[in-house]
T-cell receptor, first 114, second 113 residues
Framework: DSGVTQTPKHLITATGQRVTLRCSPRSGDLSVYWYQQSLDQGLQFLIQYYNGEERAKGNILERFSAQQFPDLHSELNLSSLELGDSALYFC?????????????FGPGTRLLVL | GESVGLHLPTLSVQEGDNSIINCAYSNSASDYFIWYKQESGKGPQFIIDIRSNMDKRQGQRVTVLLNKTVKHLSLQIAATQPGDSAVYFCAENIGQAGTALIFGKGTTLSVSS
């Protein structure tokens, strides 16, 4: 158990809908990362937050957005969902988000868009 | 595209054998490398990391080797056990554009007893 929690574990929804994925980092960690894992693209970085502020952006679609709240939990919002958004979404956290710092991953949310 | 890749998508070994999982990276600016293990239905689990100023690092039953000359990374697992069966990913951090990890596609290790 990494100490990172994610809810829900599974999510089934329809195209065009909007969902929110939630992540709580390890106790003491200030930085949160979101990754998407799909069969064809592998694990891809989406976005990083540090202490409530966006720090880095990766291959995140404009239909997706995220935020980190004062209590340091983070939410990833996916809107206008398409079939291709079906994937595993992982949250990771690290102490301060610095380079060469270990990122610990949560168990993931499996999203299925029908 | 991906800057980190693995040589083999699958590796099958017998229990007790030593396993070697290889990874090639293309960005010479990468300065931090990590190996993760992902079991079915779970998130990636940190195994071991190495910084670019090191050639070798050892953990419990695992060793990571870094060859910067040929941009190659390997994970050696000693006395492989059935519980080691999983997908292994190498990841790199180039130290730019934030601290995102770039993952390879993974090698599936199957250990038979």
């Amino acid at each position: 158990d990494s100490g990172v929690t994610q809810t829900p574990k599974h999510l089934i929804t329809a195209t065009g809908q909007r969902v929110t994925l939630r992540c709580s980092p390890r106790s003491g960690d200030l930085s949160v990362y979101w990754y998407q894992q799909s069969l064809d693209q592998g694990l891809q970085f989406l976005i990083q937050y540090y202490n409530g502020e966006e720090r880095a952006k990766g291959n995140i679609l404009e239909r997706f957005s995220a935020q980190q709240f004062p209590d340091l939990h983070s939410e990833l919002n996916l809107s206008s969902l398409e079939l291709g958004d079906s994937a595993l979404y992982f949250c990771a956290s690290s102490v301060s988000g610095r380079i060469q710092e270990t990122q610990y991953f949560g168990p993931g949310t499996r999203l299925l868009v029908l | 595209g991906e800057s980190v890749g693995l040589h083999l998508p699958t590796l099958s070994v017998q229990e007790g054998d030593n396993s070697i999982i290889n990874c090639a990276y293309s960005n010479s600016a990468s300065d931090y490398f990590i190996w993760y293990k992902q079991e079915s239905g779970k998130g990636p689990q940190f195994i071991i990391d190495i910084r670019s100023n090191m050639d070798k690092r050892q953990g419990q039953r695992v060793t990571v080797l870094l060859n910067k000359t040929v941009k190659h990374l390997s994970l050696q697992i000693a006395a492989t056990q059935p519980g080691d069966s999983a997908v292994y990913f190498c990841a790199e951090n180039i130290g730019q554009a934030g601290t995102a990890l770039i993952f390879g596609k993974g090698t599936t290790l199957s250990v038979s007893s």
